[in-house]
């Protein structure tokens, strides 16, 4: 009885584990096209995408427990650079990225501070002290649509600081409908 609790019981885990929440609808950009593989649940393709590189600097408003892990809370400005242009004639990024985290837990606000386009946000820990994020931003761009995904992360402080700075990746894909 107990060798079949147990199989179950380990089939009900990977079960649970090959579960997902969102963002199951898409596929990697075949390179040897050029892009366009990737579909969004509008049918919409990537037309191209390039790779982002960020640095910038987070800014608690309070100094920073060195022993309280991830800390998100605070300024989070950043600038984006283009490290790989890939098949994109043009990579519309801003001077400047700047986000505004409050709150705790579920509670936890992202804002940002320019508008227009589409925006979400959340910064997680990542188990070992760093805090990264995942943005996202959606632009309409004439008949296309462009789309900035950013990663940001700041390191476990080892100090009392108000201040990390920034490191992180990003993508920017071109699409040729609302992804």
């Known amino acids: 009885m107990i060798r079949k609790l147990a199989s179950v019981v380990v089939f009900g ?9 969102g963002g199951g609808d898409k596929v990697p ?3 040897s096209t050029g892009g366009g593989s990737d579909t969004g649940s509008s049918g919409a393709s ?10 910038g600097t987070f800014t608690a408003p309070v100094a920073l427990d060195p022993t309280g892990g991830c800390q998100p809370d605070g ?22 990225y700047s986000y505004t985290v409050t709150g705790v837990g579920r509670n936890t606000k992202v804002a940002y501070a320019d508008t227009g386009g589409e925006f979400q946000g959340v910064f997680e820990a990542s188990g070992d002290g760093l805090c990264i994020g995942s943005l996202e931003h959606i632009l309409a761009d004439g008949s296309n649509f462009d789309q900035v995904t950013l990663h940001p992360s700041i390191p476990k402080p080892d100090a009392a600081v108000t201040t990390l700075t ?11 409908g609302h992804p």
Request: proline share 2%.
């Open 13 to 21: 885990a990977l079960a649970i584990a090959g579960c997902g929440v």
């Open 29 to 31: 950009v075949d390179s």
């Open 46 to 55: 990537i037309t191209c995408t390039a790779q982002i590189a960020l640095t």
């Open 75 to 96: 300024t989070w400005m950043m600038t984006a650079t283009v490290t790989d242009a890939g098949t994109c004639a043009n990579v519309p990024l801003k001077a400047s």
């Open 166 to 176: 920034i490191s992180g990746i990003g993508e920017f894909n071109l699409w040729n």
